[in-house]
């Protein structure tokens, strides 16, 4: 069993106060809450100077996947439940992502979200929206198999 090591934080009491808030809100504990906040801000720190954490990429592209086969299911099903929350979910991933890498694939990836949101935006179920699909799911899987094979 791997060990894992003791951080202490020092911190203001009204900073307790909130997360202890936040816990109760979460129905978690306050240290899941701490982790997943300092995991964030590493992230974001490393992002922001063009670095990622090992298998981030990866988890990102299969988070854009999941989410766009999610809007695929609501429109399909006629469902508005959530649409716009992964609608903005898939962009902000796909931005994301785009930060970290900073190449010509993620700025490619980028506009075919971007086009594959505005058609579904336009009407529901867009003429193209199959050609559009089968573009952006190649683009994600060769974009996969690139980080899969580092």
């Known amino acids: 069993m791997r060990e894992s090591p003791v951080v202490t934080f020092r911190t203001r009491w009204h900073i307790l ?11 978690t504990n306050r240290n899941r809450i701490i982790n997943k906040a300092v995991l964030q801000y590493a992230k974001d720190y490393l992002d922001a100077r063009g670095q990622t954490i ?3 990429l990866s ?8 989410l766009q086969k999610r ?7 006629k469902e508005n439940r959530n649409l716009e929350e ?22 490619l ?14 009407d529901p179920l867009p003429a193209d929206i199959e050609s559009r699909t089968r573009e952006l799911q190649a683009l ?11």
Do not use: F, P
């Open 109 to 122: 990836l980028l506009m075919k979200v971007s086009g594959w949101l505005a058609a579904t935006l336009e």
């Open 71 to 77: 809007i695929e299911v609501k429109m399909m099903l």
């Open 54 to 56: 090992s298998r981030s």
């Open 140 to 150: 994600l899987n060769s974009l996969t198999e690139t980080h899969s094979g580092n």
């Open 17 to 27: 106060k909130i997360l202890d808030d936040l816990a109760q809100l979460e129905g």
């Open 59 to 66: 988890r990102q592209l299969s988070m854009i996947n999941i």
């Open 86 to 107: 992964d609608r903005q979910g898939m962009l902000e991933e796909t931005h994301r992502y785009a930060r970290c890498t900073m190449n010509q694939a993620s700025l």
